[in-house]
């Protein structure tokens, strides 16, 4: 009987390979060196220093949020930014826009006009009996 060979020189290298925790790539894929830059061990050990700057400019800090460390030095995070807050009156967001000028929204416009003109006639005249009514009354 012959000797069986089994090779796993190539199973033993493909765990050896370093993969950069944020961006995937293996570490020969890229021409970037891996870092370790933080206290995390395993798979997310490494990272390239791009990679790892790149996403403190995003989140604005420079602390692991796996092992809650700083960074090593040499990486920054830029100032958190003011936002701007648009400052609107009541009367601003109330405001109702006009309707397109038809003619039978003029109409509608017109006769609402016309209404509340009656409707303050009415009430000066009223008022103006109920007044003149009191004084004939006081005489």
Not at 29 to 55: D, M, N, Y
Not at 116 to 123: K, V, W
Request: hydrophobic share 30%; net charge negative; charged share 25%.
């Amino acid at each position: 009987m012959g000797d069986s060979v089994l090779f796993v020189d190539d199973l033993r290298t493909s765990c050896a390979i370093s993969h950069c925790r944020i961006c995937h790539e293996a570490e020969f894929e890229s021409c970037k060196s891996l870092e370790a830059p933080c206290a995390c061990s395993g798979t997310v050990k490494f990272a390239h220093r791009e990679c790892i700057q790149r996403w403190c400019n995003e989140k604005g800090n420079t602390n692991c949020e796996i092992c809650l460390q700083n960074y090593e030095p040499g990486y920054t995070a830029p100032s958190k930014k003011c936002e701007l807050i648009e400052a609107m009156t009541i009367r601003d967001s109330l405001e109702i826009p006009r309707r397109e000028h038809d003619p039978e929204n003029q109409e509608i416009e017109a006769t609402s006009e016309r209404t509340t003109a009656d409707s303050r006639s009415s009430c000066f005249r009223y008022l103006a009996i109920t007044v003149g009514s009191c004084s004939l009354y006081d005489a």
